[in-house]
């Protein structure tokens, strides 16, 4: 794996509990894996009936990632032991529970071998409610984006379990699709976008034409709550400082095949586009790829906003998946492939603007 590379489970999603150390953990990380896990038993022990709360609780969280990164069978165990058992619901806030368990998750896929991990699937769930099978669909999920898991008895018996019950992870491709080829890849050179420049440098730009603002001064607003709230869900989980605007408009006519551009958007009124043209620097529309725009959604999720934290690779892959239906009005049944198939029929643009 060459250096320029992201594996599902680095990046924003393990900021938290470094950027805020405890001094718990001074002594903590001085002990070895069933002294930390002891540790942590005695400190929910300790909570049991009052509930495990502040620094507590990020206390037992930090050992259980700790626990995750060290390669070993015990270790496994015990990581998903003190996520699933140990650490009382209440015990932290929603948020941070979810937060926690997809770390781990993550850290466990990223670290252990396929065998230390296999123990964790022998008993089929009862239900998709405890922490306990929450975890597992997580590592199930993160297996999916590296190819790895399917074959294995415990783990396919497991993952048809968590369909039968409903789980909204399961219904996901146990493989990575090609058109997930840039999911938690880092090259460099290829970050996020900032600059017009940039934008043009890698993307084709779609020049103005009159027939694009005629369009879009006779397009109707098509408001959708359902469906703009799952096309925001990727902005929404990771925390993003700003409220994502999500619109659907109808046209009484075809747009013609250059008309969707610039002059095109700027009829629409898009609150981000508001006082555009009164600041340096012209708006600019460049057409791009399903595969662009999955991406970036699983991005938004996956690295997380500056006021958030990361999602995890496998809620990031199923919040894309769900923002990219929801943008091309599919009903959740379509199979995934054949989702791939009407994106690549559809036509998506990055546009950018200088507004305050």
Known sequence: MSHDEETPGDGASDRHFRERPLPELQHLAELGPE???????????????AGLRGDAARTVGRIAETLADTPSRDC????ADLVSRLLPPGGTNLGEGDRLLRSVAAKLVKVQHLRNLE???????DGIGSPAAELRACVLGELALIGSGTGRQSLDAYAEKLLELGHPLARLPRARLDIEHRFAVRIRGLGSIKTAKQLRSRFPEVRSTDGGAVAGRAAGDARDDRRANAAAQP?????????????????????????????????LPLRCLAGEGSRRGSALACA??????????????YVGGANGHGQGGAYARLYAWDSLYALMGLPV???????VRRAADHRWLRFMAFTD
């Open 235 to 267: 902005f929404e989980a990771g925390g993003w400082a700003r409220e994502p605007e999500v619109r659907f408009f109808t046209l009484p006519s075809p747009l013609g095949p250059d008309d969707f551009g610039m002059s095109f958007l700027r009829e």
């Open 333 to 339: 049944g379509v199979p995934f492939l054949e989702a």
């Open 35 to 49: 002294e930390m896990y002891e540790a942590a038993e005695q400190l929910c022990r300790r909570a049991a009936g």
């Open 288 to 301: 791009t790829t399903a595969d662009d725009v999955l991406n970036a959604l699983f991005s938004a999720s």
């Open 76 to 79: 496994v165990m015990f990581a």
């Open 119 to 125: 123990p964790l699937f022998g008993d089929l769930p």
